[in-house]
């Protein structure tokens, strides 16, 4: 049971590149979501899916696309990479009943 | 709003010791659940601590503990005879249930030192 997997681990990206990070859980999870964590800010809701084919907005969208074709998968694409996108992303996921969120173990995004 | 605070940014123990690590939240419903994350240097999430709002009992896992005080909207974690291993931020949070997505609310953190 690997819970959930992100890759890349550590990513460095050029202005204006686009890239996708990968999130993949095997928990059975219906709710699945994607932070950023910077440094003295905590942690960031980016977007979140309630299920296959269903996402909305977090509190930090732009410049952010995701979707969820599968129970299992949920990628965050980065569509014109900027430094202000440098930063920690993390996928979590969790099940409607328990509620608890498991974290991935995190893609450090370096953009220049 | 929903807030979360965490009133000490970063806190030190002596190995072995007892520490408190203060959270305090904002909310206006009465059904919710509150967590406690640990963040190693590693950068991995790791859940500590769980507790269900309507729970009146404290939960307890093995050296942690919570301290919940649901008038006060407290929900403080001691972790008892502090290791090395515990040195690590540590992250207070909850999410409302009943809702159709659990949005998490986090507070911005506490570092803790363990002292050898």
């Known amino acids: 049971n690997a819970g959930v997997t992100q890759t890349p681990k550590f990513q460095v990206l050029k202005t204006g590149q686009s890239m996708t990070l990968q999130c993949a859980q095997d928990m059975n999870h219906e709710y699945m979501s994607w932070y950023r964590q910077d440094p003295g800010m905590g942690l960031r809701l980016i977007h979140y899916s309630v299920g296959a084919g269903i996402t909305d907005q977090g509190e930090v969208p732009n410049g952010y696309n995701v979707s969820r074709s599968t129970t299992e998968d949920f990628p965050l694409r980065l569509l014109s990479a900027a430094p202000s996108q440098t930063s920690v992303y993390f996928c979590a996921s969790s099940s409607a009943q328990e509620r608890t969120q498991y974290f991935g173990p995190g893609t450090r995004l370096l953009v220049l | 709003a929903q807030t979360v605070t965490q009133s000490q940014p970063e806190m030190s123990v002596q190995e072995a010791e007892t520490v408190t690590l203060s959270c305090t939240y904002d909310?206006?419903?009465?059904?919710?659940?509150l967590f406690w994350y640990k963040q190693p240097p590693s950068r991995q999430m790791i859940l500590v601590i769980r507790?269900?709002?309507?729970?009146?009992q404290n939960a307890t896992e093995n050296r942690f503990s919570v301290n919940f005080q649901k008038a006060a909207k407290s929900f403080s974690l001691k972790i008892s005879d502090s290791q090395l291993g515990d040195a690590a931020m540590y992250f207070c949070?909850?999410?409302?249930?009943?809702?159709?997505?659990?949005?998490?609310?986090f507070g911005s953190g506490t570092k803790l030192n363990v002292k050898p």
């Open positions: 949070a909850y999410t409302l249930r009943g809702h159709n997505f659990n949005k998490f609310y």
């Open positions: 507790q269900e709002a309507y729970k009146q």
């Open positions: 909310t206006s419903e009465s059904d919710y659940y």
